[in-house]
């Protein structure tokens, strides 16, 4: 199924008594229960004022129709989405509908917060096809129980989304990164730690440990006359983590995309993890998980492991607080388990927005 329109889509959800697997572009490997409802056709930029900082688009547009849209303004989605398809080796198209149901946020969410947080306002259609807006299509507006950030992160569980609405932000000037060779993976998170502890408004903070060359990675960004004043403040106060310093300017965009889709996993045989932890735990996760390969991102915060197939990595690190999402794999759940008071939060959330209980059955637990 493939409605082209809001009032298609509720129609059909309205008459549906058989689960309903929703998807945007089908870019996350996911496999659900029930006839597959693509959101893909609902696609195009309905409003977007850049002197006002807002767009407002249909959810099945494409991500990069979005981003280009937003360049030609010299304005950018500041939570710089991930492309999960290099990891999970599926086709598709990305799509905004997509990234705000999943919460996807990249690298400058240290800096900035997560896509939630630049969701103004959605349109969707519940589990018994009723159409809801919520939020609006400005900064400024008060609308009650905020069910924008309730659908952000909702992975299609709570209704299908059909319009978002999203603050933007200026695209920088320009940007630098410094790159930090040769640290343990103990040593990386503290100088990311002392990074963003510092004045120097860091937008990035990643750390690849490659035993080959491992390299950890600090982004500034805005006006280069700044961004050449903070690059060079922040080389000598990291100097006491490693001797060699390098700075990257022309490739540093490159750099950071590759950070995101995590491109030195791609291609690789094994299970891939997504862990979220404290950032001071993230040397500590590496070492537990015994992985095959590591990186951190968010100064530490969020672990990537790709691991020996079949290995039950939540079994390794059930000492840490935290979440363990497995990305590409089989043989376990794919979310995290939720705790007895969270899951029965889950359950009257989703009787209360999906009484049939048709939109994506069991996907939490899948």
């Not at 919520?134 to 909702?154: E, F, H, I, P, W």
């Not at 029965?344 to 059955?361: E, V």
Request: net charge negative; hydrophobic share 45%; proline share 5%.
């Amino acid at each position: 199924m493939t409605p082209k329109t809001e009032d298609e889509l509720a129609a059909y959800v309205a008459s549906a008594d058989a689960p309903i697997w929703v998807q945007g572009g089908g870019t996350r490997g996911l496999e659900g229960e029930g006839a597959a409802l693509s959101t893909a056709s609902m696609s195009g930029i309905e409003l977007y004022e850049p002197g006002a900082l807002t767009i407002v688009v249909k959810a099945g547009t494409p991500v990069a129709d979005v981003e280009t849209a937003l360049a030609a303004e010299n304005q950018r989605l500041p939570f710089e989405p991930i492309d999960y398809r290099g990891l999970t080796g599926v086709m598709g198209t990305p799509t905004i509908g997509g990234v705000i149901a999943t919460n996807n946020s990249g690298a400058r969410r240290i800096q900035v917060g997560a896509a939630r947080d630049f969701a103004l306002g959605v349109r969707y259609v519940d589990g018994m096809g009723q159409i809801v807006k919520n939020g609006g299509r400005v900064m400024k507006n008060v609308t009650g129980y905020d069910l924008v950030k309730l659908m952000s992160g909702s992975w299609g569980t709570l209704g299908v989304l059909t319009e978002v609405a999203l603050k933007v932000l200026p695209a920088p000037e320009t940007e630098a990164t410094v790159m930090i060779h040769g640290l343990s993976n103990a040593m990386a998170v503290e100088a990311m730690a002392s990074a963003l502890g510092s004045p120097y408004d860091v937008s990035g903070a990643a750390h690849s440990e490659d035993p080959a060359a491992p390299v950890t990675l600090i982004r500034v960004e805005g006006f280069e006359a700044s961004v050449t004043y903070r690059v060079a403040q922040l080389t000598k106060q990291l100097a006491q983590f490693g001797a060699d310093i390098t700075c990257a300017t022309t490739d540093s965009s490159a750099i950071w995309q590759d950070v995101n889709a995590q491109v030195c996993f791609q291609q690789k045989d094994g299970d891939i993890w997504r862990v979220s932890v404290a950032p001071s735990d993230g040397a500590q996760v590496i070492a537990a998980a015994g992985a095959e390969q590591a990186t951190m991102d968010w100064a530490g915060g969020l672990v990537w492991l790709r691991m020996a197939p079949g290995t039950d990595l939540r079994t390794r690190l059930r000492g840490f607080k935290g979440h363990v999402t497995l990305v590409r794999g089989s043989g376990f759940p794919r979310f995290h388990p939720e705790g007895a008071g969270i899951a029965m939060l889950t359950k009257g959330l989703r009787q209360r927005f999906d009484p049939k209980g048709i939109l994506n059955p069991g996907l939490m637990a899948a």
